[in-house]
């Protein structure tokens, strides 16, 4: 008995978590950006 399809399984398994992970962190860091870039072009408009 071959433990082949398990092992690829949980690479994939692996693979899609990893994948899944990193594009909601480049999700949540392009929100942070655009929301610091708003609070800062507030912060210059009332400030002046």
């Known amino acids: 008995m071959t433990h082949l399809p398990f092992i690829a399984a949980s690479y994939g ?3 899609v978590a990893v994948l899944v ?13 655009t ?10 408009t009332s400030t002046r």
């Open 21 to 33: 992970l990193t594009v909601q962190a480049v999700l949540r860091l392009r929100r942070a950006r």
């Open 13 to 15: 398994v692996t693979a």
């Open 35 to 44: 929301r610091l870039a708003q609070l800062e072009a507030l912060r210059k």
